[in-house]
């Protein structure tokens, strides 16, 4: 049915639990800026409220005090995703490669410090590590267009929702191939991280069925989830609007949403990372990257081209030689 091992990935993230709790006070940490955002944004439109004459204005300035604070911190975390991206995913990933292939790591706080010499050796800065993952994504999306679409093997009238739907599944099921291929540059001790995601992006895309097979699998799996643990964070979210002022009940969804994805950030994530990754580890051993693949997604992705420009640019792509040797 799948080709991962539940029990591995339960065990891997045992062992990285160091990485686990920083994921937990980051992400939970950014939940809990927007509860005393939205708070404060509604205490304060709430007191303005009261200085207008309309009876419905301290409501009214409550919500919108709400969404200015929920913006704010929105904002403010789209500035900084980068560098948790550098400090805390690029770790947590470099350290699961390394149990993956049986390294030992060592434990506590010095854990996370080994990992992020790792990734320092990789990528010398996070707006480069940045850069390459914004690249590997937008690479990633051609994958469905060659690999992933079943549209062509069912041509069967009538069924046009049912192809979209399934290739909507197919796309969702592709979430974590940039930190697939993050962890494969780690896991081969790359210097040239440019050409090394293009020839990761190349052994994905030729290994597809293999891949989105198991990604559909576990993309399943994460959706339910993800959605218990939204169902089971309503609670606590209405408890806490419970004590805004105004009438703001919907605001415990968007409450309940936030929670979930941290919840998701922070437990699910780096499960269905470790599990993909044993996956791909696997099915690449020993295989050199596909020119034929190479040039498909060339032609089709104008991400990927970008990629191999930097790969060339750095004179990287003098290394596109036969298959890629570990570290």
């Given at each position: 049915m ?15 639990w ?37 009876p ?44 993956i ?88 001790g ?72 941290a ?9 269905a ?28 992705s104008?991400?990927f ?5 930097k ?6 792509a ?5 298959a890629?040797?570990?570290?």
């Amino acid at each position: 049915m799948w080709d991962f091992s539940i029990g591995q990935s339960l065990s891997i993230m045992a062992r990285t639990w160091p990485f686990i709790v920083l994921r937990m006070v980051v992400y939970f940490g950014i939940t809990l800026a927007y509860i005393v955002a939205m708070g404060a944004g509604a205490g304060i439109g709430y007191g303005v409220g009261h200085v207008m004459a309309d009876p419905d204005g301290p409501v009214s300035f409550a919500l919108w005090g709400g969404i200015a604070g929920f913006g704010v911190v929105s904002v403010a975390v789209y500035w900084v995703r980068e560098y948790i991206l550098y400090l805390v995913k690029a770790g947590h990933i470099a350290a699961m490669v390394h149990l993956i292939d049986g390294r030992e790591i060592p434990g506590g706080q010095n854990q996370i410090v080994y990992a992020r010499e790792v990734v320092t050796e990789r990528f010398t800065e996070a707006s480069v590590l940045f850069v390459l993952d914004q690249l590997v994504k937008g690479a990633v999306r051609a994958i469905t267009g060659l690999i992933g679409g079943i549209a062509a093997f069912l041509p069967i009238p009538g069924l046009d929702g049912l192809v979209r739907f399934a290739n909507t599944v197919i796309r969702m099921s592709l979430t974590y191939v940039d930190e697939i291929i993050l962890g494969y540059n780690v896991r081969i001790g790359s210097n040239s991280p440019w050409q090394t995601a293009r020839q990761g992006i190349v052994l994905y895309a030729q290994n597809g069925k293999t891949m989105v097979k198991n990604a559909i699998w576990l993309s399943l799996v994460v959706w339910a989830l993800s959605l218990l643990i939204f169902l089971f964070m309503l609670a606590p979210a209405g408890a806490i609007l419970y004590f805004m002022p105004g009438e703001m009940a919907g605001w415990g969804f968007v409450l309940a949403i936030v929670f979930a994805w941290a919840f998701k950030a922070a437990i699910i994530e780096p499960f269905a990372v470790a599990s993909l990754m044993q996956v791909y580890f696997k099915v690449i051993e020993g295989q050199a990257p596909n020119p034929e693949w190479d040039r498909k997604l060339e032609e089709v992705s104008s991400k990927f081209r970008e990629l191999k420009e930097k790969a060339f640019g750095s004179g990287e792509a003098s290394r596109w030689d036969g298959a890629p040797r570990r570290a």
